[in-house]
């Protein structure tokens, strides 16, 4: 079981940064992984970036608001962490063939296609 959970995570830390955000939005959405783990970095991110309390005043034209990016950053790193680490082995490894599938255009993203037969219709006069 921890052997798997290193694999993932080796295999995580190959993936490019585009990939990690797909893959913590799919697991994000998933509901086999644990509500508080979905939860609890989304919500802090939020916090922080509505709190007057900032590391850089906002009134600081530019830069004020770079900290609350690189604070949304810092939480989006941590949350891809915490949930390859604590969600189901099984439940990352089936998004992480899809992430990686999608990253080098063998699978569409995330969104389905209609295979569906195509009729030209002609007027009749």
Known sequence: MDHDRQRIAAMVEDLSWPARLRLMWRLLRDDRVSPW????GPIGALVYVLSPIDLIPDFFLGIGQLDDL???AVVG??????MVRFAPPDVVAEHLSGAS???HGDAPDDRSAMDV???????QR
Request: net charge positive.
């Open 70 to 72: 690189g604070v949304i």
């Open 37 to 40: 783990l979905k939860r609890l």
């Open 77 to 82: 790193v941590v949350l891809v962490k915490l």
């Open 117 to 123: 037969p195509f009729r030209e219709r002609r007027e």
């Open 101 to 103: 599938r999608s990253r």
